[in-house]
């Protein structure tokens, strides 16, 4: 009876050991790194939006931008308008600062801004800004619309001369 006992007992373990043999541990053991994969870097050109030495007209730049996340290329690009690499042309956001730029699903982009004071143009210069913002986010095939907010709040005008739509569509 016990050799009865010890033979089972035996084939019973060489069982389970062959069922767990092969079978890898869903938990993480101590000490291991999870494998957490960067997303590659992306590049794009686009063309920048800027005003020449007498603020009358805004004069296309071409520029890169680079991004990991696709939703970020929006923020990145808005981002070129505040410095111009030629000395020729002034960069109308240049004081100002872009706090967000967010595209819904619908295509959908929202901007929002952060202008002070002291970064405050005359009318002419308020509507090339704006032009500015709207060419260079147009650009993308994606976008359909954009709103712009200052500090996020739904404002009648940036500057205090030009009045915003909310949203401006694409024509």
Partial sequence: MKKTI?????????IAIAAGCG???ADPKPGDKP???QPAEQT???QSFYTDDQILNLVPQDKEIKFTDVKDKYLAALKTLQHADDEK???LWDQSEFLSATLSDDGALTVDVKIPENAHLGASGEDLALQAVLKTSFQFDEVKTVDILVEGQS???LMGHVELEHPFSRN
């Fill in 35 to 37: 494998q957490v994969e």
């Fill in 44 to 46: 794009l050109k686009i």
């Fill in 155 to 157: 404002v009648d005008t």
């Fill in 6 to 14: 010890l033979v089972l007992s035996a084939l019973l373990l060489t």
């Fill in 89 to 91: 042309l002034i960069a």
């Fill in 23 to 25: 079978q890898k541990s």
